[in-house]
């Protein structure tokens, strides 16, 4: 075996010319080399390998008996790993092409200078300490990868897959040798818009792109939620070789999350109602009362006390108006009735009377949505980026869009507000809400902001899901 640091590497010599033999153990052996006694066939050098590891070996291409040099170092490669060197006689361009088919750590003819051997030998044992510490580093990523439930894949840079880890044949269903060489968009369902050639792009230009979820299709056809992270892979030279992407099933969790978001918008319309129907019926009876009252007191010549009961009617005023709007916002009744369009166009005005700022709507969609719950997320999606402008960006104009292409709706919200560079802002409640409303319909949310001169929201959703 390979001795370690400082110990006398352990030669083999196969050579079947005795003289020849004893010449190169002695050179070797004053070279400071540990030489094992010289083997004459490839049948004796084979079977001295089942129980011994010489550290290299010195195989002459020409050996006597039924296999020949070459025909040992196939068996040598293939069952035993042992550096091996031909020596020859001969140089002929047949024997150095069958040579170079078992892939020899070198070749040296027998007349060559001692340093020559010396300078061979040193580099055969370099390259082979090298390779098994490759091995060794290959062989731990294997098992490391195989370990992860989550499924990590190697891609070139035109898509196509080049690794596939054990993970990923668990949560997408393809084999590793099916799936080699195919293009990554494989595993895109057909109703849903690739988005993957622009997140390798932004990847490879240097934008980090951090996890975000979409949906991709097993073997089997199942449509799974995945939470997808891309990385590039360089090489030395810095530039972009390879990607990476790790991929998690959060298909159950997208399911409860799902019943979660059914419960609290029953929740949000039976809030809504109570707003409108109970407290907004009780104020407005109260309201009635008060006006009688106010009445009665102006009869009797009480200034002063009919003064109060018109304070309380203008303060009940304010609360009915206060309970009407937030019951506008939970029930959303345009919405359900009239469809996402109409919904929008009257969110525009409502915030233009809010906010007392210029907000025009724009539709052009075919036909409605259908999907109630695309619908109201895009709804609580476009009111969210709406107060969002009013609250932060000093927004005099802001114009929403809904329109369509093949497979997506797409909703922009621009506004010419001041806009924001910092990370806090990037990271506030609102855009989490709004980010984690696209999740729930497996759309793409982008906010796009410049510093004096505003932000735009898009959500980019599938039409078929």
Not at 17 to 38: F, K, N
Not at 130 to 156: F, Q
Request: proline letters at 3%; one cysteine or more; aromatic letters at 4%.
């Amino acid at each position: 075996m390979v001795g370690t640091e400082g110990a006398k590497p352990t030669i083999l010599i196969v050579e079947d010319e005795q003289i020849v033999a004893l010449d190169i153990t002695r050179t070797l052996e004053q070279m400071g080399y540990d030489v094992l006694p010289p083997l004459s066939t490839g049948a004796g050098a084979l079977s001295f390998l089942e129980k011994n590891r010489p550290d290299i070996i010195l195989l002459d291409i020409k050996l006597k008996g039924n296999i020949d040099g070459i025909e040992t170092a196939i068996e040598i490669r293939k069952k035993y790993n042992v550096p091996f060197i031909f020596l020859s006689t001969f140089s002929d361009d047949e024997t150095l092409f069958r040579a170079k088919k078992t892939e020899p750590y070198g070749y040296i003819t027998k007349s060559a200078h001692k340093n020559d051997l010396h300078t061979m030998i040193e580099m055969a044992l370099y390259r082979h300490t090298m390779e098994l510490d490759a091995r060794k580093n290959e062989e731990l990523l294997s098992n490391t990868l195989k370990s992860i439930s989550d499924a990590v894949i190697g891609v070139d840079l035109d898509g196509s897959i080049i690794s596939w880890n054990s993970g990923a044949e668990d949560i997408f269903g393809y084999d590793k040798k099916e799936i080699r060489g195919k293009n990554i968009s494989i595993l895109t369902p057909p109703f849903y818009p690739n988005e993957l050639p622009d997140v390798f792009h932004r990847v490879c230009s240097g934008i980090e792109v951090n996890h975000y979820e979409t949906v991709r299709q097993r073997k089997d056809g199942e449509i799974i939620h995945i939470s997808l992270k891309i990385n590039p892979i360089s090489t030395s030279l810095n530039t972009v070789s390879s990607l990476s992407l790790i991929a998690r099933d959060i298909t159950a969790k997208k399911r409860l999350e799902l019943e979660i978001l059914e419960a609290s918008e029953r929740e949000r319309k039976k809030i809504g109602k109570d707003l409108h129907d109970s407290l907004g019926q009780n104020l407005t009876g109260i309201s009635l009362q008060l006006k009688i009252l106010e009445n009665m007191l102006a009869e009797q010549s009480m200034k002063e006390e009919t003064e109060i009961a018109r304070r309380i009617e203008s303060m009940i005023a304010d609360s009915i108006k206060q309970t009407r709007s937030l019951a506008k916002n939970l029930l959303t009744v345009t919405l359900q009735s009239q469809g996402l369009s109409v919904a929008l166009k009257e969110l525009a005005i409502h915030a233009e009377t809010l906010y007392s700022i210029d907000v025009d709507c724009s539709t052009g969609i075919e036909e409605e949505i259908n999907d109630e719950i695309i619908a109201v997320q895009l709804y609580h999606i476009a009111q969210e980026a709406l107060t969002n402008a009013n609250r932060h960006s000093d927004a005099r104009h802001i114009r929403m869009y809904l329109n369509e292409d093949d497979s997506e709706y797409i909703l922009k919200i621009i506004d010419d507000g001041k806009g924001f560079s910092g990370d806090d802002e990037k990271d506030g409640l609102g855009l989490r809400i709004m980010e984690y409303r696209s999740n729930m319909i497996n759309g793409r949310l982008s906010v796009v902001s410049h510093e004096s001169i505003g932000t735009t929201v898009s959500c980019r959703v599938p039409k078929h899901q």
